[in-house]
């Protein structure tokens, strides 16, 4: 788990992210932060196109742009972090936790802020039980 000072950290740039969230269609806005082991957060939004299945969503947002950083090819993912602006827990979807499966362990924690602040934390291992991942292919 994060010391409290990465965890505020972590939903500050949540935070952050969501307010940079493209959703004219939906007005769903999901921030979605990345902490890795060099201390180093990555941000995403989601995403919308009119073309609805060309959106994409904030963690898959933030995971591209730590691909094309190239810190996933040096660093770990230590948590993942998500908010939105309800005031009920929205975790991850299916297509996302099975990306993040792709780069994280399945002990990878993943913090989930409602609007209020208040955070529930789950395991990747949790969100995607029974999972396939990159592991399964060696």
């Avoid at 994060?2 to 806005?29: D, G, M, T, V």
């Avoid at 230590?78 to 602006?85: E, L, Y």
Wanted: one cysteine or more.
């Amino acid at each position: 788990m994060l010391s409290s000072e990465e965890e505020e950290q972590l939903k500050q740039a949540c935070i952050q992210a969501k307010s940079n969230s493209y959703s004219p269609y939906s007005k769903f806005r999901v921030g979605a932060s990345f902490l890795f082991s060099n201390g180093e957060i990555v941000k995403g939004a989601n995403v919308e196109n009119a073309s609805y299945p060309a959106g994409i969503c904030a963690e898959r947002s933030a995971i591209t742009i730590a691909v094309n950083q190239g810190l996933l090819a040096t660093e770990s993912i230590k948590a993942v972090g998500v908010t939105s602006d309800t005031d009920n827990v929205v975790s991850p979807c299916g297509i996302c936790r099975q990306t993040i499966r792709e780069f994280a362990n399945l002990d990878t924690p993943i913090y989930m802020w409602t609007s209020s602040g208040a955070v529930t934390v789950r395991t990747l291992e949790e969100l995607l039980p029974l999972s396939f991942g990159p592991d399964n292919l060696a």
